[in-house]
């Protein structure tokens, strides 16, 4: 009986780790927060001067 309550206990833990993963990558990490660099634009920041001090 004891393993049966440690299994699931140990099974929901794990889905909720899993849930809370997926959760923050899509929050933070996620398509809709990264930036679109066109080769021009990463050509042009490559290619400009660092700035003088």
């Given at each position: 009986?004891?393993?049966?309550?440690?299994?699931?206990?140990?099974?929901?833990?794990?889905?909720?780790?899993?849930?809370?993963?997926?959760?923050?990558y899509?929050?933070?990490?996620?398509p809709?927060?990264?930036l679109?660099?066109?080769?021009?634009?990463?050509?042009?920041?490559?290619?400009?001067?660092?700035?003088?001090?």
């Amino acid at each position: 009986m004891a393993r049966k309550t440690l299994r699931r206990e140990l099974t929901l833990a794990f889905v909720l780790k899993v849930v809370a993963i997926f959760l923050l990558y899509f929050s933070f990490f996620g398509p809709s927060h990264r930036l679109h660099v066109t080769p021009a634009d990463m050509a042009a920041a490559l290619t400009r001067s660092p700035p003088s001090r």
